[in-house]
């Protein structure tokens, strides 16, 4: 038995700070052990393929949002970003794809009013 931290989380966590800070190159092995840890976890995978994306590997940054995207397929963001990469890859077609589904996504759930920023707070 190892006493070696298993929870994906403090990984992920580090790992989102060193790349909020300009830092991918350190925040990459931390992200790569939360995917590694947790594989069905789409926020790991979004974030270390924002790591590729910033370190410039874009078919490693395209894999990783992919397998976000097949975890969380209605999360808009990940559309967002999996269109920013295959922008940054000259595909386009498939960028506008994306796009159009991240807005497909925001107007379905823009209906939900807890999805809406500036509502009011419910009454208490």
């Known amino acids: ?7 994906p989380q403090p990984y992920l966590d ?3 700070m060193l790349l909020q800070q300009g830092k ?3 925040a990459l092995p931390l992200l790569q052990k939360a995917v590694a840890l947790d594989p069905q976890n789409p ?8 790591t590729w994306q910033q370190l410039h590997n874009l078919p490693n940054a395209d894999a990783e949002m992919q397998a976000a995207i ?5 999360i808009s963001a990940l559309h ?3 269109g920013r990469i295959f922008q940054l890859e000259g595909l386009n077609t498939k960028a506008k794809q994306e796009f159009d589904r991240c807005a497909a996504l925001n107007a379905t759930h823009s209906t939900d ?3 809406t920023p500036n509502s009011p707070p419910p009454d208490q």
Not at 70 to 74: F, G, L, Y
């Open 24 to 26: 991918p190159a350190q």
């Open 14 to 16: 580090f790992g989102m």
């Open 1 to 7: 038995q190892s006493s070696g931290v298993r929870a």
């Open 43 to 50: 926020r790991a995978h979004e974030q270390l393929g924002k």
């Open 80 to 82: 967002f970003e999996m």
């Open 113 to 115: 009013s807890a999805a």
């Open 70 to 74: 097949r975890q969380a397929p209605d």
